[in-house]
């Protein structure tokens, strides 16, 4: 696939995920697709795998926002198999608190599928808003 074409893959990913549908975005990672959260909170480390994605970063995030996941994207920028999006997040937790975050994200391509994906985000808002993931580490 062409740049323009994962970018276009990933606008109509972002298109689902604003109305509240992570589907596409799920489906859009490989197999052994490897996310890294920059940072230094209880979220911030590289899960291997999809299978690690969805147990220990996904499923614990979405455990923890009142009405799933809701993300819009402003701006994609594509070099190569590369392409980075800036989002913004539209949540509140099940406790009530703002979940607003935004987001940076560097995805890498092989074909037709995400293998790579660095998350930078407000941490701060990640530690004062969500609780740590459960995860068996």
Request: proline fraction near 4%; charged fraction near 25%.
């Amino acid at each position: 696939m062409s740049t323009e074409q994962h970018k276009s893959l990933l606008e109509n990913v972002f298109a689902e995920t604003a109305r509240g549908n992570g589907r596409p975005f799920v489906d859009a990672l490989s197999d052994d697709v490897s996310w890294t959260v920059v940072g230094s909170t209880a979220w911030s480390r590289t899960y291997e795998g999809k299978r690690a994605v969805l147990k220990e970063l996904l499923g614990p995030l979405s455990a923890q926002l009142a009405d799933g996941n809701t993300i819009t994207a402003s701006r994609f920028i594509g070099e190569g198999d590369l392409v980075v999006v800036e989002g913004q997040g539209h949540n509140r937790t099940r406790t009530g608190k703002p979940y607003a975050n935004t987001y940076c994200w560097l995805f890498r391509f092989q074909g037709d599928k995400v293998v790579e994906i660095t998350e930078y985000a407000d941490t701060a808002l990640m530690e004062s808003a969500l609780e740590p993931p459960n995860s068996d580490r």
